[in-house]
């Protein structure tokens, strides 16, 4: 069965300063994997996906993520961390279901990030 | 949040009531998804739906019900709320073709039933 999981439930980082959040992944296949982020009392936003190609993967708001197959790693990472990236982060996998459940994603359980003045 | 609205936003619902949420969406996709959403579960999916009258159950579906009558209409109902379905509620939307497999997610809805 496939699987996600974000080891950190938070991550503290200074304003400025790189940021990491991890994901590791089991599938059975190739993986389609995603990062998303919700900021307070809002609906979760799609920031970037890897599904074949390029191993560093650029998306929204200054985000990258680097898959790495021999570690089935995929974590979501930006150069430069900003006060308002502070929310929780939520990484997710394909479910490589068939027919009508080819579709759905497994999420993990979210990693907060805090980032300080 | 990609033309998919949630409704209601906010419900407070005695134990052993009936609820029904309501997801709606102008984008035409195919693929409609309810989730909760409850610290330290992450997202969990509760039923799905691959098109008009065609749904199946997800990880939680035990003490939920979904009908989708319309392409833009998915409903998500609770046939005698519990304490343990307080929770955030999300629908989320998607349209697969190529590479395209992400989800878009609605506002959400917070249900406490007391």
């Known amino acids: 069965a496939q699987s996600v999981a974000q080891p950190e439930d938070q991550v503290n980082v200074a304003e400025g300063n790189p940021l990491t959040v991890k994901c590791t992944y089991s599938?059975?296949?190739?993986?389609?994997l995603f990062w998303y982020v919700q900021y307070p009392n809002r609906g979760l936003q799609f920031l970037l996906k890897?599904?074949?190609?390029?191993?560093l993967v650029k998306g929204s708001y200054g985000f990258e993520a680097e898959f790495n197959k021999s570690q089935t790693s995929f974590h979501l990472k930006k150069p430069s961390a900003l006060v308002s990236d502070s929310a929780l982060y939520f990484c997710?996998?394909?479910?490589f279901g068939y027919g009508g459940s080819q579709g759905n994603l497994i999420f993990g359980k979210g990693t907060k990030l805090s980032v300080k003045p | 949040d990609a033309g998919i609205t949630q409704s209601p936003r906010h419900k407070v619902t005695e134990t052993g009531t009936p609820v029904t949420l309501r997801c709606h969406q102008t984008?035409?996709?195919?693929?409609m998804y309810w989730y909760r959403q409850d610290p330290g579960h992450g997202l969990r999916l509760i039923h799905y739906?691959?098109?008009?009258?065609?749904?199946d159950k997800g990880e939680v579906s035990d003490g939920y019900s979904v009908s989708r009558s319309k392409t833009e209409d998915f409903l998500l109902t609770l046939e005698s709320a519990t304490s343990s379905q307080t929770s955030v509620y999300f629908c989320?939307?998607?349209?697969?073709?190529?590479?395209?497999?992400?989800?878009?997610f609605g506002p959400g809805t917070r249900l406490t039933v007391t």
């Open positions: 989320a939307i998607s349209e697969l073709g190529g590479d395209s497999y992400e989800q878009y």
């Open positions: 599938v059975s296949g190739n993986p389609y």
């Open positions: 890897y599904i074949t190609g390029d191993n």
């Open positions: 997710a996998v394909r479910d």
């Open positions: 984008e035409n996709h195919r693929y």
């Open positions: 739906s691959y098109g008009v009258k065609d749904t």
